[in-house]
């Protein structure tokens, strides 16, 4: 079983930084790949950075690509999301999550874990 904890959100103006933290626990954390996902009110959960196992290989929905990073620390079991350049189109519940592969996907149905949420709102 595998416990991941999402914290960093709040609220930001647009134009705005804000950097999500993801801690796991209850297995070999550097053995998996990790992602990030969000959703707003009435759309789907949706992809929007994954890492490969040792953060080596990194992938990026369009819409936040050049803007956010994702990174992670595999002695701290943590995975990272540094978000800049804010706009409120990004106003959601992001989610980690992780899977049981080395390898980096971006499809929400091929990850296996995942943590309760934190919200993250952009003002205009």
């Known amino acids: 079983q595998v416990q991941l904890v999402e914290s960093g959100g709040g609220l930001v103006q647009a134009g705005g930084s804000l950097r999500l933290s993801c801690a796991a626990s209850?297995?070999?954390?550097?053995?998996?790949?990790m992602g990030w996902f969000r959703q707003a009110p009435g759309n789907e959960r949706e992809f929007v950075a994954a890492?490969?196992?040792?953060?080596?290989?990194?992938l990026y929905a369009d819409s936040v690509k050049g803007r956010f990073t994702i990174s992670r620390d595999n002695a701290k079991n943590t995975l990272y999301l540094q978000m800049n350049s804010l706009k409120p189109d990004d106003t959601a519940v992001y989610y980690c999550?992780?899977?049981?592969?080395?390898?980096?996907?971006?499809?929400?149905?091929?990850?296996?874990?995942w943590g309760q949420g934190t919200q993250v709102t952009v003002s205009s």
């Open positions: 999550a992780s899977r049981q592969s080395i390898v980096a996907v971006p499809t929400t149905t091929s990850y296996d874990y």
């Open positions: 209850g297995r070999t954390f550097s053995s998996y790949a």
């Open positions: 890492i490969n196992w040792s953060g080596g290989r990194t």
